[in-house]
C-alpha cells in the first residue's frame, strides 16, 4: 500500500470506518455522524481503494468486518482516542481522575462496570478511586445535571437541552436463558417459548418498557404471563431457577454472567426467528449519557468517556 495514499485518509474518514465496525450498518453511521449516505459510501469506497480489500461485506441487513477490518480496527480506534485526548486538552480538559466516580446504569449493563472504571483510573489517578453505581430511572437526568452522577449508560435518549446521547452500539441478537433442565430446551423455538412465564429487568431496551415476545404472543392469540420483574441480574438468576420461567437478553456480558451461573443454560435465538420476535420493534440502541456545560463542552473526564464506551463495546462482543 503506497504511503502517500495512506497520508490522504482524513480522520472523518477513520471515524467512519470505526462506526461501521461497530454499528454495522451504514444507514445508522450515516444519522449518528449527521453525515449524507453518499459521504459514508464514499469515505467506504476510499479506504478500500487504499486497502485493495473489501473491509465490509454485506450479510442481510448488516455489514461484516473482514479479516483486514478486524486487524485495522484497534489501531483506527487508537488513532481516534489520541486524536479525541488532544482535542480535549486545547479545550482545557482535564485528564486526571476525581476521588469518586458514581455511574447510573441499567442492569443488563453493570456486570464488572466498576472494576473496569478503576482499572482504567489507574494511569490517572494519585490514589484508588471509589466507584458506585446506582440504577438508571426517571431521576437520572436531574441527578446528572446537578453533577450528583458522572455519566449514566442506558437504552434511551435524553431529550434535555444540557444532556449528550451519545449512541454507541446496537444489540445484535438475542439470547434465550432458562434452567439447565428446563422443557424448552427440547425444541427452543418461539412459539414454545410463549407458553412460559417471562422474566424482565426493570429496565427493557424497548419503548415503555414494551416485551417483543409479548407483543408476539398477542399476535398469535395468546397472552404471555410474566413470572416476575427483576431488579437486577442476580434476581433474574433466582427467578429462573425456581421456576418454569424464561429471559431474553440481548447484552452478551448480561448473558455470559447467567450462563456462568449452575443450573442455567443460555442460547443465541436463530436469527429468523429473533427476527420475528423484534417485528415491529427497531434494534435496541444503548446510549451514553453525559453532562454538558452553559459552552456545550462535555464536563466527563475523557479517561472516564474512553472507559465507558469500551465496557459497553466489550459487554456486546
Same mark, same amino acid.
Given at each position: 500500500?503506497p504511503?502517500?495514499?495512506?497520508?490522504?485518509?482524513?480522520?472523518?474518514?477513520?471515524?467512519?470506518?470505526c462506526?461501521?465496525?461497530?454499528?454495522?450498518?451504514?444507514?445508522?453511521?450515516?444519522?449518528?455522524?449527521?453525515?449524507?449516505?453518499?459521504?459514508?459510501?464514499?469515505?467506504?469506497?476510499?479506504?478500500?481503494?487504499?486497502?485493495?480489500?473489501?473491509?465490509?461485506?454485506?450479510?442481510?441487513?448488516?455489514?461484516?468486518?473482514?479479516?483486514?477490518?478486524?486487524?485495522?480496527?484497534?489501531?483506527f480506534?487508537?488513532?481516534?482516542e489520541?486524536?479525541?485526548?488532544?482535542?480535549?486538552?486545547?479545550?482545557?480538559?482535564?485528564?486526571?481522575?476525581?476521588?469518586?466516580?458514581?455511574?447510573?446504569?441499567?442492569p443488563?449493563?453493570?456486570?464488572?462496570?466498576?472494576?473496569s *472504571?478503576?482499572?482504567? &483510573?489507574?494511569? =490517572?489517578?494519585?490514589?484508588e478511586? /471509589?466507584?458506585? !453505581?446506582? +440504577?438508571?430511572?426517571?431521576?437520572?437526568?436531574?441527578?446528572?445535571?446537578?453533577?450528583?452522577?458522572?455519566?449514566?449508560?442506558?437504552?434511551?435518549?435524553?431529550?434535555?437541552?444540557?444532556?449528550?446521547?451519545?449512541?454507541?452500539?446496537?444489540?445484535?441478537?438475542?439470547?434465550?436463558?432458562?434452567?439447565?433442565?428446563?422443557?424448552?430446551?427440547?425444541?427452543?423455538?418461539?412459539?414454545?417459548?410463549?407458553?412460559?412465564p417471562l422474566?424482565?429487568?426493570?429496565?427493557?431496551?424497548?419503548?415503555?418498557?414494551?416485551?417483543? *415476545?409479548?407483543?408476539? &404472543?398477542?399476535? =398469535?392469540?395468546?397472552?404471555?404471563? /410474566?413470572?416476575? !420483574?427483576? +431488579?437486577?441480574?442476580?434476581?433474574?438468576?433466582?427467578?429462573?431457577?425456581?421456576?418454569?420461567?424464561?429471559?431474553?437478553?440481548?447484552?452478551?456480558?448480561?448473558?455470559?454472567?447467567?450462563?456462568n451461573?449452575?443450573?442455567?443454560?443460555?442460547?443465541?435465538?436463530d436469527?429468523?426467528?429473533?427476527?420475528?420476535?423484534?417485528?415491529?420493534?427497531?434494534?435496541?440502541?444503548?446510549?451514553?449519557?453525559?453532562?454538558?456545560?452553559?459552552?456545550?463542552?462535555?464536563?466527563?473526564?475523557?479517561?472516564?468517556?474512553?472507559?465507558?464506551?469500551?465496557?459497553?463495546i466489550?459487554?456486546?462482543?
Amino acid at each position: 500500500m503506497p504511503k502517500d495514499k495512506l497520508l490522504d485518509i482524513p480522520l472523518t474518514t477513520i471515524e467512519i470506518f470505526c462506526q461501521i465496525y461497530v454499528k454495522k450498518n451504514a444507514i445508522e453511521v450515516a444519522s449518528h455522524l449527521e453525515l449524507s449516505q453518499p459521504k459514508v459510501s464514499r469515505a467506504l469506497a476510499a479506504l478500500r481503494s487504499v486497502f485493495d480489500d473489501p473491509l465490509f461485506i454485506r450479510r442481510e441487513s448488516q455489514f461484516q468486518a473482514t479479516e483486514k477490518a478486524h486487524n485495522l480496527y484497534p489501531i483506527f480506534r487508537e488513532m481516534m482516542e489520541c486524536s479525541q485526548a488532544v482535542d480535549h486538552l486545547m479545550k482545557g480538559g482535564s485528564g486526571g481522575a476525581e476521588n469518586t466516580v458514581e455511574i447510573a446504569t441499567v442492569p443488563q449493563l453493570e456486570i464488572n462496570l466498576t472494576q473496569s *472504571i478503576k482499572q482504567a &483510573a489507574m494511569p =490517572v489517578a494519585d490514589s484508588e478511586i /471509589i466507584v458506585s !453505581t446506582t +440504577p438508571w430511572g426517571e431521576t437520572t437526568s436531574q441527578q446528572l445535571i446537578n453533577d450528583e452522577l458522572d455519566a449514566a449508560i442506558c437504552f434511551q435518549r435524553s431529550s434535555h437541552r444540557a444532556i449528550l446521547s451519545k449512541s454507541i452500539i446496537q444489540h445484535r441478537g438475542g439470547y434465550l436463558v432458562a434452567r439447565s433442565d428446563h422443557p424448552i430446551w427440547r425444541d427452543p423455538c418461539i412459539d414454545n417459548m410463549i407458553d412460559y412465564p417471562l422474566v424482565k429487568l426493570i429496565t427493557m431496551p424497548f419503548p415503555a418498557n414494551k416485551s417483543p *415476545i409479548g407483543n408476539y &404472543a398477542k399476535q =398469535v392469540g395468546k397472552q404471555m404471563q /410474566i413470572y416476575a !420483574t427483576a +431488579p437486577d441480574l442476580g434476581s433474574a438468576a433466582n427467578s429462573l431457577l425456581n421456576s418454569d420461567a424464561i429471559i431474553i437478553i440481548g447484552v452478551k456480558g448480561a448473558v455470559d454472567f447467567l450462563r456462568n451461573i449452575n443450573g442455567l443454560k443460555a442460547q443465541k435465538i436463530d436469527h429468523v426467528q429473533d427476527q420475528s420476535i423484534l417485528k415491529n420493534f427497531s434494534h435496541p440502541t444503548v446510549y451514553l449519557w453525559l453532562k454538558l456545560d452553559t459552552r456545550g463542552k462535555v464536563t466527563t473526564p475523557f479517561w472516564l468517556q474512553r472507559c465507558l464506551e469500551d465496557y459497553i463495546i466489550k459487554a456486546h462482543q
